[in-house]
């Protein structure tokens, strides 16, 4: 998979068609999109679509490395913070880029054959950011790090595939506002608590709460 582009790159024409698709994508998903709408949103004609990415497959090949490298971007530098991890500041750096979750969730529902790859990077990124919150003082060291990132990234797209039962049992939107995500995140820090240091466990969860670090641990 692809490392995260610089700013000069998403300046380009070939950066504009693929965060077009991968809005359209999202919204649509992938077989419904046409590259003539893609190219539509962009303002270009499909033959130029065509000249950057060869075809409407690898197009999407294109967005699915983008959309695993700003994953591993985001999962990195919330790593990177250790135990005082500012939660809310994480959750809405991430919504301020490319639709991810949309995106995976469709990409997963349409059960194409170029899932694998999508899914296998994700466990690539999920088991750099294991090490990475290790090395931080935000997680314990893991035993079998790459059994366990699958095991989440699992549970994590399997979410998403089911994102409205997620709303309709928990009231959560799996890719709405940070605010929305919060109960969903609260409940997860409680299912994983033994993957976190005791620092950054008491720290997240009082965010997640509304209450200051100090006041949980005079409760306590």
């Known amino acids: 998979m692809a490392t995260a582009p610089s700013r000069e790159e998403d300046r380009t024409a070939r950066a504009r068609i693929r965060d077009a698709a991968i809005a359209r994508f999202a919204a649509h998903g992938a077989a419904s999109t046409s590259v003539k709408e893609i190219a539509g949103d962009v303002g270009i004609s499909p033959a130029l679509v065509f000249h950057h990415f060869g075809s409407k497959e690898g197009l999407r090949t294109a967005c699915d490395e983008h959309v695993?490298?700003?994953?591993?971007?985001?999962?990195?530098?919330?790593?990177?913070?250790?135990?005082?991890?500012?939660?809310?500041?994480?959750?809405?750096?991430?919504?301020d880029g490319p639709p991810v979750m949309r995106y995976l969730g469709r990409m997963l529902a349409e059960g194409s054959e170029q899932a694998r790859p999508l899914v296998d990077g994700m466990v690539d990124v999920a088991m750099a950011a294991l090490e990475e919150g290790a090395r931080s003082g935000m997680l314990e060291p893991i035993d079998e790090p790459r059994d366990l990132s699958v095991v989440l990234v699992l549970w994590s797209l399997g979410l998403l595939v089911l994102h409205d039962h997620a709303e309709r049992l928990l009231g959560v939107e799996i890719a709405g506002t940070p605010e929305d995500r919060a109960?969903?995140?609260?409940?997860?820090?409680?299912?994983?608590?033994?993957?976190?240091?005791?620092?950054?466990?008491?720290?997240?969860?009082?965010?997640?709460?509304?209450?200051?670090?100090?006041?949980?641990?005079?409760?306590?």
């Open 183 to 220: 109960r969903y995140v609260r409940v997860a820090i409680e299912a994983l608590r033994g993957l976190f240091t005791e620092e950054a466990y008491h720290h997240s969860r009082a965010q997640l709460a509304g209450d200051s670090l100090e006041k949980e641990e005079a409760d306590d």
């Open 68 to 95: 695993v490298a700003v994953l591993n971007e985001q999962k990195q530098a919330a790593m990177r913070e250790g135990p005082q991890l500012d939660v809310f500041e994480a959750l809405r750096q991430a919504a």
